[in-house]
């Protein structure tokens, strides 16, 4: 057996230990962090409270007690969605976003520039073996937007196969709960 699954669980502990660390900076427990990070990276189908119990596996309950002590502390706001009456997209403040300042994510990009670090290869690898493992679990890919099945480029501009609805750019680089894969890169 190779080393790999020994080396995953240590980076594994490694970034646990960061969040742990980031989240007792501010005074919040590691999921509050990851849930802020999450919603910095997730699309508008996405920002949502179902999707972040599909993403990170927890119950509704414990999301809407996230989500309560987030909102509590100024760190997210609830906007209702113009179309869809009832749905809730969650976006952080910029109290919100200043809690990510510094945080575990910009340590690992830190490491990522070093010189014996292939950051393309490895991200590769890393989404091929994620992808597999989820498929495995039966979850949701969670995969960025332009690598989606559904996504579509027209003349004026990109568009949502499974939605028909336009995607400006900045969404296209997000995450989505409903992406499908085409090619097998996802996050
Ligand atoms: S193209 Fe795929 S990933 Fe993008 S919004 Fe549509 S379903 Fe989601």
């Not at 240590?10 to 660390?21: E, F, H, T």
């Not at 010189?115 to 949701?140: D, F």
């Amino acid at each position: 057996m190779g080393q790999t699954s020994l080396l995953l669980e240590r980076l594994g502990a490694l970034i646990q230990q960061s969040v742990r660390d980031d989240a007792a900076r501010h005074g919040l427990l590691p999921i509050h962090v990851q849930v802020l990070h999450y919603l910095t990276r997730a699309n508008r189908y996405s920002d949502l409270p179902i999707a972040i119990a599909e993403y990170f596996g927890i119950t509704r309950g414990t999301v809407s007690q996230t989500l309560a002590v987030l909102e509590r502390k100024g760190l997210l706001t609830k906007e209702s969605d113009s179309r869809h009456g009832k749905r809730l997209h969650l976006q952080l403040t910029p109290a919100g976003e200043s809690v990510l300042r510094e945080s575990w994510v910009e340590r690992v990009e830190q490491a990522l520039c070093g010189p014996a670090i292939e950051a393309a290869e490895l991200e590769s690898a890393l989404s091929h073996l994620l992808s597999a493992m989820q498929r495995v679990n039966g979850q949701r890919a969670f995969g960025i937007c332009r690598q989606c099945a559904h996504f579509l480029t027209e003349e004026s501009g990109a568009r949502c196969g499974l939605t028909h609805e336009p995607l400006a750019t900045e969404q296209t680089i997000r995450i989505c709960r409903e992406w499908t894969e085409a090619s097998s890169d996802c996050v």
